[in-house]
């Protein structure tokens, strides 16, 4: 069992930045892929980010890679989502979510996912 618990959202002006952190419990952390979706009002989850379980290769959206990157920290049991040079279209809840899979795009591939926190990103 994982249970994941998300941090760091909040309101931001487009152009800035925001880390959202997202630490697991459980003593298996490491043999998880790990990373991001986001949910906008209306709209499906979609993908974000993920980095495989032991750390290294990492993959992104097309509409966030260049700006946000998802570093994993495995002695702190934590994966992070740096978020850089933020737009308006970012805005929407974002989700943590851990998988026991090699690497994710699908929320069909989740095992456990956090309670989601909210991103607002301003113009």
């Known amino acids: 069992q994982v249970q994941l618990v998300e941090s760091g959202g909040g309101l931001a002006q487009a152009g800035g930045s925001l880390r959202l952190s997202c630490p697991a419990s459980g003593r298996t952390f490491s043999n998880y892929a790990m990373g991001w979706f986001r949910q906008a009002p209306g709209k499906e989850r979609e993908f974000v980010a993920c980095i495989r379980s032991c750390g290294g290769l990492a993959y992104y959206a097309d509409s966030v890679k260049g700006r946000f990157t998802v570093p994993r920290d495995n002695a702190k049991n934590t994966v992070y989502l740096q978020m850089n040079s933020l737009k308006p279209e970012d805005t929407a809840v974002y989700y943590c979510?851990?998988?026991?899979?090699?690497?994710?795009?699908?929320?069909?591939?989740?095992?456990?996912w956090g309670q989601g926190t909210q991103v607002t990103v301003s113009s």
């Open positions: 979510a851990a998988a026991l899979v090699p690497v994710f795009r699908s929320v069909r591939e989740i095992n456990y």
